[in-house]
Protein backbone atom coordinates (compact mmCIF):
# COMPACT_ATOMS: atom_id res chain seq x y z
CA UNK A 1 0.00 0.00 0.00
CA UNK A 2 1.11 3.53 -0.98
CA UNK A 3 1.73 5.79 2.16
CA UNK A 4 1.35 9.15 2.26
CA UNK A 5 3.47 11.56 4.85
CA UNK A 6 2.76 14.61 5.99
CA UNK A 7 4.60 17.45 7.71
CA UNK A 8 4.27 19.63 9.52
CA UNK A 9 1.47 17.86 11.61
CA UNK A 10 0.73 20.81 13.48
CA UNK A 11 1.41 24.61 11.93
CA UNK A 12 0.41 27.17 13.98
CA UNK A 13 0.14 30.28 11.81
CA UNK A 14 -0.37 34.07 12.18
CA UNK A 15 -3.27 35.62 10.72
CA UNK A 16 -2.50 37.35 7.36
CA UNK A 17 0.37 34.79 7.20
CA UNK A 18 1.06 32.36 4.67
CA UNK A 19 1.39 28.35 5.42
CA UNK A 20 2.43 25.70 3.71
CA UNK A 21 1.99 21.72 3.82
CA UNK A 22 4.03 19.10 2.45
CA UNK A 23 2.69 15.82 1.25
CA UNK A 24 4.91 13.17 0.14
CA UNK A 25 3.80 9.51 -0.75
CA UNK A 26 6.12 6.08 -1.11
CA UNK A 27 5.61 5.95 -4.90
CA UNK A 28 4.84 7.59 -7.70
CA UNK A 29 1.52 9.18 -7.81
CA UNK A 30 1.68 9.31 -11.83
CA UNK A 31 -1.48 7.00 -13.33
CA UNK A 32 -1.27 4.90 -16.59
CA UNK A 33 -3.52 7.61 -17.76
CA UNK A 34 -1.39 10.31 -17.62
CA UNK A 35 -3.22 12.28 -14.43
CA UNK A 36 -1.46 12.87 -10.97
CA UNK A 37 -4.56 11.86 -8.77
CA UNK A 38 -3.35 13.71 -5.19
CA UNK A 39 -6.31 15.48 -3.43
CA UNK A 40 -6.30 17.84 -0.61
CA UNK A 41 -9.05 18.10 1.86
CA UNK A 42 -10.20 20.30 4.52
CA UNK A 43 -12.29 19.15 7.82
CA UNK A 44 -13.64 21.77 10.80
CA UNK A 45 -14.17 19.74 13.94
CA UNK A 46 -17.65 18.28 13.49
CA UNK A 47 -17.47 18.47 9.76
CA UNK A 48 -17.28 16.24 6.98
CA UNK A 49 -13.68 16.50 4.98
CA UNK A 50 -14.48 18.87 2.10
CA UNK A 51 -12.47 18.69 -0.98
CA UNK A 52 -10.49 21.63 -1.90
CA UNK A 53 -7.32 20.60 -4.09
CA UNK A 54 -7.80 17.85 -7.19
CA UNK A 55 -4.94 16.32 -9.16
CA UNK A 56 -1.94 18.50 -8.08
CA UNK A 57 -3.25 21.85 -8.65
CA UNK A 58 -7.13 21.58 -9.51
CA UNK A 59 -9.16 24.40 -7.35
CA UNK A 60 -12.39 23.07 -6.36
CA UNK A 61 -15.55 25.13 -7.26
CA UNK A 62 -15.87 27.77 -4.70
CA UNK A 63 -12.42 27.75 -3.24
CA UNK A 64 -10.01 31.02 -2.97
CA UNK A 65 -7.54 31.24 -5.23
CA UNK A 66 -5.21 32.17 -2.11
CA UNK A 67 -5.14 28.17 -1.55
CA UNK A 68 -3.17 25.97 -4.44
CA UNK A 69 -1.58 23.08 -5.14
CA UNK A 70 1.45 21.74 -6.33
CA UNK A 71 3.83 19.70 -6.74
CA UNK A 72 4.65 15.88 -9.03
CA UNK A 73 5.47 12.38 -8.85
CA UNK A 74 6.02 12.45 -5.23
CA UNK A 75 6.47 15.43 -3.79
CA UNK A 76 3.41 17.62 -3.25
CA UNK A 77 2.56 21.16 -1.40
CA UNK A 78 -0.47 23.01 -0.29
CA UNK A 79 -0.10 27.07 0.44
CA UNK A 80 -2.66 28.86 1.47
CA UNK A 81 -1.58 32.38 1.46
CA UNK A 82 -2.91 35.22 3.99
CA UNK A 83 -4.54 32.96 6.45
CA UNK A 84 -7.86 34.07 7.60
CA UNK A 85 -9.99 32.34 10.60
CA UNK A 86 -11.87 30.49 8.80
CA UNK A 87 -8.64 27.88 7.60
CA UNK A 88 -8.63 26.68 10.73
CA UNK A 89 -9.08 22.76 11.36
CA UNK A 90 -7.16 19.60 9.66
CA UNK A 91 -5.63 19.45 6.07
CA UNK A 92 -5.53 15.67 4.31
CA UNK A 93 -3.90 14.96 1.51
CA UNK A 94 -4.56 12.02 -0.24
CA UNK A 95 -3.80 9.42 -3.32
CA UNK A 96 -6.36 8.03 -5.69
CA UNK A 97 -3.71 6.79 -8.28
CA UNK A 98 -2.99 3.05 -6.50
CA UNK A 99 -5.71 1.06 -5.06
CA UNK A 100 -6.55 1.64 -1.84
CA UNK A 101 -6.93 4.74 -1.78
CA UNK A 102 -4.53 6.58 1.06
CA UNK A 103 -4.83 9.34 3.62
CA UNK A 104 -2.06 11.63 5.16
CA UNK A 105 -1.93 11.46 8.86
CA UNK A 106 -3.25 15.51 8.89
CA UNK A 107 -2.10 18.45 9.91
CA UNK A 108 -3.91 20.87 11.89
CA UNK A 109 -4.06 24.49 11.45
CA UNK A 110 -4.56 26.55 14.01
CA UNK A 111 -4.08 30.63 14.33
CA UNK A 112 -1.10 31.48 16.91
CA UNK B 1 -25.67 18.28 -7.98
CA UNK B 2 -24.96 15.37 -6.03
CA UNK B 3 -25.51 14.75 -2.12
CA UNK B 4 -25.68 12.13 0.12
CA UNK B 5 -27.68 11.67 3.21
CA UNK B 6 -26.73 8.46 5.36
CA UNK B 7 -28.31 7.16 7.87
CA UNK B 8 -28.52 7.94 11.82
CA UNK B 9 -25.73 7.27 14.57
CA UNK B 10 -25.72 3.27 16.21
CA UNK B 11 -24.70 1.84 19.38
CA UNK B 12 -23.35 -1.41 18.96
CA UNK B 13 -21.73 -4.71 21.05
CA UNK B 14 -18.59 -6.18 20.71
CA UNK B 15 -18.92 -9.23 18.17
CA UNK B 16 -22.39 -7.37 16.40
CA UNK B 17 -23.10 -6.11 13.12
CA UNK B 18 -23.49 -2.76 11.67
CA UNK B 19 -24.91 -1.42 8.27
CA UNK B 20 -24.77 1.75 7.35
CA UNK B 21 -26.61 3.74 4.40
CA UNK B 22 -25.64 6.27 2.28
CA UNK B 23 -28.74 7.76 0.00
CA UNK B 24 -27.98 9.58 -2.96
CA UNK B 25 -29.75 12.50 -4.47
CA UNK B 26 -29.07 14.21 -7.39
CA UNK B 27 -27.66 11.47 -9.44
CA UNK B 28 -29.20 7.80 -10.31
CA UNK B 29 -26.39 5.58 -7.78
CA UNK B 30 -25.44 3.42 -10.94
CA UNK B 31 -23.67 6.54 -12.84
CA UNK B 32 -21.32 6.70 -8.98
CA UNK B 33 -18.38 5.54 -8.10
CA UNK B 34 -18.75 5.22 -4.19
CA UNK B 35 -16.29 4.83 -1.72
CA UNK B 36 -16.77 4.17 2.50
CA UNK B 37 -14.22 5.69 4.93
CA UNK B 38 -13.86 5.69 8.10
CA UNK B 39 -12.17 8.38 11.28
CA UNK B 40 -11.73 6.92 14.65
CA UNK B 41 -12.26 9.72 17.43
CA UNK B 42 -9.06 12.36 16.77
CA UNK B 43 -7.55 9.92 14.65
CA UNK B 44 -7.32 10.25 10.69
CA UNK B 45 -9.05 9.02 7.54
CA UNK B 46 -8.98 5.56 6.19
CA UNK B 47 -10.67 3.93 3.02
CA UNK B 48 -12.41 0.37 3.95
CA UNK B 49 -13.46 -0.12 0.42
CA UNK B 50 -15.44 1.18 -3.19
CA UNK B 51 -17.19 0.27 -5.46
CA UNK B 52 -16.41 1.19 -9.37
CA UNK B 53 -18.77 2.12 -11.13
CA UNK B 54 -16.91 1.53 -14.11
CA UNK B 55 -16.32 -2.12 -14.07
CA UNK B 56 -18.94 -2.74 -11.66
CA UNK B 57 -16.53 -4.27 -9.12
CA UNK B 58 -16.09 -3.66 -5.64
CA UNK B 59 -12.65 -3.69 -3.81
CA UNK B 60 -11.94 -4.01 -0.24
CA UNK B 61 -9.03 -2.78 1.94
CA UNK B 62 -7.24 -5.88 2.66
CA UNK B 63 -7.28 -4.67 6.80
CA UNK B 64 -11.21 -5.26 6.11
CA UNK B 65 -11.16 -8.14 4.15
CA UNK B 66 -13.94 -10.63 5.01
CA UNK B 67 -15.96 -8.29 7.76
CA UNK B 68 -17.12 -5.73 5.32
CA UNK B 69 -19.41 -6.05 2.78
CA UNK B 70 -20.45 -3.01 0.29
CA UNK B 71 -23.95 -3.27 -1.84
CA UNK B 72 -26.06 -1.24 -3.57
CA UNK B 73 -30.26 -0.73 -3.83
CA UNK B 74 -30.52 1.14 -7.24
CA UNK B 75 -34.66 1.22 -6.63
CA UNK B 76 -33.61 3.94 -4.21
CA UNK B 77 -30.42 5.13 -5.19
CA UNK B 78 -29.10 3.68 -1.76
CA UNK B 79 -25.54 2.25 -0.99
CA UNK B 80 -24.79 0.20 1.88
CA UNK B 81 -21.97 -0.69 4.32
CA UNK B 82 -22.02 -3.40 6.62
CA UNK B 83 -19.04 -4.30 8.74
CA UNK B 84 -19.33 -7.25 11.45
CA UNK B 85 -17.89 -8.73 14.30
CA UNK B 86 -17.46 -5.15 15.86
CA UNK B 87 -14.93 -4.54 18.38
CA UNK B 88 -14.08 -1.35 20.17
CA UNK B 89 -11.68 -0.11 17.55
CA UNK B 90 -14.15 0.01 15.07
CA UNK B 91 -15.70 2.40 17.30
CA UNK B 92 -15.61 5.97 14.28
CA UNK B 93 -17.45 7.87 11.97
CA UNK B 94 -18.44 6.36 8.73
CA UNK B 95 -18.52 8.10 5.55
CA UNK B 96 -19.14 7.69 2.15
CA UNK B 97 -18.11 9.52 -0.43
CA UNK B 98 -18.43 9.77 -3.85
CA UNK B 99 -15.91 9.39 -7.05
CA UNK B 100 -13.68 7.23 -8.66
CA UNK B 101 -10.27 8.96 -7.59
CA UNK B 102 -10.99 11.94 -6.35
CA UNK B 103 -14.23 11.93 -3.49
CA UNK B 104 -15.70 14.98 -4.81
CA UNK B 105 -18.95 14.64 -2.15
CA UNK B 106 -19.14 13.35 1.42
CA UNK B 107 -21.88 12.41 3.70
CA UNK B 108 -22.58 13.86 6.51
CA UNK B 109 -21.08 10.87 8.39
CA UNK B 110 -22.46 8.17 10.99
CA UNK B 111 -21.05 7.56 14.29
CA UNK B 112 -20.85 3.85 15.09
CA UNK B 113 -20.01 3.51 18.83
CA UNK B 114 -18.92 -0.45 19.89
CA UNK B 115 -19.34 -0.37 23.27
CA UNK B 116 -20.51 -2.94 26.30
Known amino acids: DVVMTQSPLSLPVTLGQSASISCRSGQSLVHSDGYTYLNWFHQRPGQSPRRLIY???KRDSGVPDRISGSGSGTDFTLKISRVEAEDVGFYYC?????????FGQGTKVEIK | QVQLVQSGAEVKRPGASVKVSCKVSGYTLTELSMHWVRQAPGQGLECLGAFDADNGETFYAQKFQGRVTMTQDLSTDTAYMELSSLRSEDTAVYYC?????????WGQGTLVTVST
Open chain 1, 55 to 57: KVS
Open chain 1, 94 to 102: MQGTHWPPA
Open chain 2, 97 to 105: ATGQRELPV
